[in-house]
Nanobody, 127 residues
């Protein structure tokens, strides 16, 4: 019954920006940490970013620090991923996830640590 619905994906040129949104409904509560994973064709699903239930702390994949920013608006039950300086290597399906705990896992969790997943949104970075 828990629903996570992503939006905002699409085609963007290298160096461009894109903001993904994830709206939660049903029995998804704002006291759960949330985050994003991504999966490119022929690769394993990889961690992108996570944020605490309160939004006061976040962590990122090392390769994405400084380019991606995760945030959340608990009043709207929505989490965002702002992606800047996009590269072709960022092309992937991006998934919104909700963790079982309210804090950030350190080291970051794997996909098995998350109970709920969105359907994914395609991000393509190409000229």
């Amino acid at each position: 019954q828990v629903q996570l619905v992503e939006s905002g994906g699409g085609l963007v040129q290298p160096g461009g920006s894109l903001r993904l949104s994830c709206a939660a409904s049903g029995r998804t509560f704002s006291n759960n940490a949330m985050g994003w994973f991504r999966q490119a064709p022929g690769t394993e699903r990889e961690f992108v970013a996570a944020i605490t239930w309160s939004g006061d702390d976040a962590n990122y994949a090392d390769s994405l620090k400084g380019r991606f920013t995760i945030s959340r608006d608990n009043a709207e039950n929505t989490v965002y991923l702002q992606m800047n300086s996009l590269k072709p290597e960022d092309t992937a399906v991006y998934y919104c996830v909700a963790d079982r705990v309210p804090y950030i896992r350190r080291p970051p969790g794997t996909y098995t640590d998350y109970d709920y997943w969105g359907q994914g949104t395609q991000v393509t970075v190409s000229s």
